[in-house]
């Protein structure tokens, strides 16, 4: 199991729910990818409204304009893991946005296998 405390870099991807990598939706190759070059971890958060470079907003509250939501990836780990990891990103992201920001980790805990409920 990975430990992380203390300072880290967070990195957020944005891009389009409908946005794809080889017939796959980008959000899930770049949390496959994350996974597999071993970082801490990531989480994937779907949008409700937005807009990007391209000024068009996007929203669920439209149906004709909610086919392509913003979908946000963060991921978390030392400075040095995820900019080992850019370099993927760089590949797979053509349009979106990257941003990197310091933080600090206070707690990264993960449960035992088979176990779901920490106050039992």
């Known amino acids: 199991?990975?430990?992380?405390?203390?300072r880290a870099l967070r990195v957020t991807i944005l891009v389009g729910e409908s946005?794809?990598?080889h017939?796959?939706?980008?959000?899930?190759?770049?949390?496959?990818?994350?996974?597999?070059?071993?970082l801490a971890g990531a989480s994937v958060f779907r949008g409700i409204e937005g807009f990007g470079a391209?000024?068009?907003v996007h929203t669920s509250r439209l149906l004709s304009l909610s086919e392509d939501l913003p979908v946000a990836i963060l991921i978390v780990d030392t400075e040095d893991r995820v900019?080992?990891?850019l370099p993927q990103l760089d590949a797979l992201v053509t349009e979106g946005l990257v941003i990197l920001d310091d933080c600090e980790v206070i707690r990264y805990a993960g449960r035992e296998s088979?176990?779901?409920?920490?106050g039992a």
């Open 1 to 6: 199991m990975t430990r992380l405390a203390g």
């Open 19 to 21: 946005d794809t990598w």
């Open 23 to 38: 017939h796959r939706p980008l959000y899930s190759e770049i949390v496959h990818r994350a996974h597999e070059a071993g």
């Open 54 to 56: 391209s000024s068009l």
């Open 83 to 85: 900019r080992d990891f």
């Open 114 to 118: 088979g176990k779901r409920d920490a």
